[in-house]
């Protein structure tokens, strides 16, 4: 097994609170994994933990074959991040924006442009890549945020609850290109709080209350709990939850 | 070295296309510089003055055309009575009513002695100061010229002479106090609200997860802030030598180096702050409050330290652009050297050195 994401026993206290508890699992390469919980079920925590923004308190944890405890940088060279916010520079240019993230990964100029000419095509933005980020659609920041996230063409791309306040339609397209990151061998970690979107998944793990209370494909899940679709094995399990939000 | 450099370009493109604040950020020292220079002057030219004489004789009206011509004051009315004083200056016709005696002339001659007396608009109490001072010598000086070759036998005559500022120009003072201030606000409060808007905007959390280290995130942060003061220095020394007619009395050399470090100092102070805030609008008060209130009030730059209540002298320490206006006075205006502005100089590098610690050690932090 050829696993790009390992946790084992990670945990995460903050003072007396036990935000993480213990989770372990594995992520195989080319998977799309999908990371779901209610609020403040420590889905957050556990990935900051993941990409190396925050130590884990106890437990082990590897990410791209490097430990997330004493290879941070490593592991942050060989991940992307695209936040729930899409955060890219406004007053930057679409193609700015692309330059900027490539050169902090580190990229040479060359590639840069050679990369930028290949995606301004595919993404079909000819005409938006001299355009400032501000005047773009939601739709189109979203999937700038995401292909600016896996320019450098990481090993693990880790996504945020990236399909927020986009309509189905947007959601449906944006999901299309997480399955060509996919096929390009890019494993994709994804939390949503959309249970449709967890059936795109091949596999979906849930936490509750900082532990991870299932961890199986959609179909194995819903035979699990004999429920008609994700949103019923979901609220299964998070009814369960002890935690005030 | 290429991660640094695709930030800086980054933060340059944010500077640039913010047009409006470019804009305010070049043209502030300027505007700053005039207001200063031109307008916000204390010192006193064309004092309205109203005069109040019972009986005209020579004597009165030579002293009234002797003080007439004088650029200080204009003499705009006479008026009869001294009921006429009160309504004088409710109407703001004069800021100073100079009253002679009855007969003035004749008791001169006769007496010996004779008296005016200066009624002033204490309104503003340095001014009156100034020009009731002013009068006075106007007025000593007719009393010189009358007595002429006769003999007194005792003559104490005080010559004063005003060192390093003979004409008395007020914007030897201002214009440390503007460098101190201008240069302050630019950097700190620029600074803090560039790395406060990355907070806001959600992108520092990106930087934070790619491999870019804190370190050059901040160097790339500062450094258009600094090319920024720099410009803005040059500005306030190029406007006050040729425009303001300051010259630069001692070295540029070394009004440039404890300038770098007074900048320098700046940045780190917006850099703290930035660690301290979440959001633009508090970087901006903080800023606002902490920096521009202290600064333009206890550093000496208007008000004088030494008269300030102790408890306030103590506090103005911890104000760096005190140390600043204050070695700049002692380069450019007194024209001393590097040797005059030591202290000045250790002050400086310990408060850069503290809170470069500080704001870094916060700065880490949050990556936790």
């Known amino acids: 097994m050829d696993n790009v994401i390992t946790a084992t026993n990670l945990t995460k206290q903050f003072g007396h609170f036990t935000a993480v508890d213990q989770i372990s699992f594995e992520v195989e390469r080319g998977e799309i994994f999908g990371f779901l919980g209610a609020n403040g079920a420590g889905k957050t925590t556990a990935m900051r933990m993941l990409c190396g923004l925050s130590k884990p308190t106890s437990g082990i944890g590897t990410v791209a074959g490097f430990d997330i405890h004493t290879q941070t940088e490593k592991v942050k060279k060989n991940i992307g991040y695209m936040s729930q916010k899409f955060s890219l520079y406004d007053d930057l240019k679409v193609w700015e924006n692309i330059e900027l993230f490539g050169g902090i990964y580190g990229m040479n100029d060359q590639d840069i442009k050679v990369k930028t000419d290949k995606l301004m095509y595919e993404l079909n933005f000819e005409k938006e890549r001299n355009m400032l980020v501000a005047s773009l659609p939601l739709g189109f920041k979203q999937k700038l945020a995401f292909s600016v996230a896996i320019f450098h063409q990481p090993q693990v791309v880790f996504l945020d609850e990236p399909t927020g306040g986009v309509d189905p339609v947007t959601r449906r397209m944006f999901w299309e290109m997480i399955y060509k990151a996919a096929e390009n061998g890019i494993t994709v970690f994804v939390t949503t709080h959309y249970m449709d979107e967890a059936e795109y998944c091949n596999r979906v793990s849930i936490m509750v209350d900082g532990r991870i209370e299932a961890l199986d494909s959609p179909k194995n899940l819903k035979a699990h709990y004999s429920a008609k679709n994700m949103d019923e094995v979901f609220q299964k399990l998070a009814r369960k939850s002890q935690r005030k939000e | ?368």
């Open chain 2, 1 to 368: 070295m290429k991660q640094l450099l695709s930030f800086v370009r980054k933060e340059f493109y944010h500077i640039l296309r913010d047009k409006t604040t470019i804009l305010i950020l070049l043209l502030m020292p300027i505007i700053q510089i005039i207001l200063f220079g031109f307008a916000l002057t204390t010192e006193v030219k064309d004092t309205r003055v109203a005069v109040l004489i019972p009986q005209s004789d020579e004597i009165t009206t030579k002293l009234v055309e002797r003080i007439h011509a004088s650029s200080y004051f204009d003499v705009v009315n006479t008026i009869q009575s001294s009921y006429e004083i009160q309504k004088t200056f409710r109407d703001s016709q004069a800021k100073l009513v100079l009253v002679f005696e009855n007969d003035f002339a004749a008791k001169l001659k006769h007496d010996g002695i004779a008296h005016i007396q200066l009624i002033a608009d204490a309104t503003d109490p340095n001014a009156a100061t100034s020009f009731t001072f002013y009068v006075s010598n106007i007025i000593a000086s007719y009393q010189q010229d009358m007595i002429g070759t006769m003999k007194n036998p005792y003559q104490i005559t005080p010559e004063v002479k005003m060192l390093y500022n003979p004409q008395m120009i007020g914007a030897f003072n201002f214009v440390p106090g503007v460098l101190g201030m201008i240069l302050i606000l630019i950097c700190a409060m620029m600074t803090s609200i560039a790395i406060v808007r990355e907070k806001e905007k959600g992108t520092m959390e990106i930087l934070l997860v790619s491999p870019m280290r804190p370190i050059y995130t901040i160097l790339a942060k500062i450094t258009p802030y600094f090319v920024l003061s720099c410009i803005n220095f040059l500005t306030i020394i190029i406007l006050s030598v040729f425009v303001l007619k300051v010259p630069i009395a001692g070295s540029f050399f070394t009004l440039v180096i404890i300038s770098m470090l007074y900048i320098f100092v700046a940045l780190a102070l917006g850099l703290l702050i930035s660690t301290l805030t979440e959001s633009q609008v508090a970087a901006m008060l903080i800023s606002g409050m902490a920096l521009m209130i202290p600064v333009m009030l206890l550093s000496g730059m208007i008000f004088p330290i030494e008269n300030m209540p102790l408890p306030l002298q103590i506090f103005s320490n911890v104000i760096p652009a005190r140390w600043y206006i204050s070695a700049v006075k002692l380069v450019m205006i007194q024209g001393l050297g590097f040797s005059a502005i030591i202290k000045e100089m250790l002050v400086l590098s310990f408060m850069a050195i503290t809170l470069i610690v500080i704001s870094l050690k916060k700065f880490k932090v949050r990556l936790e």
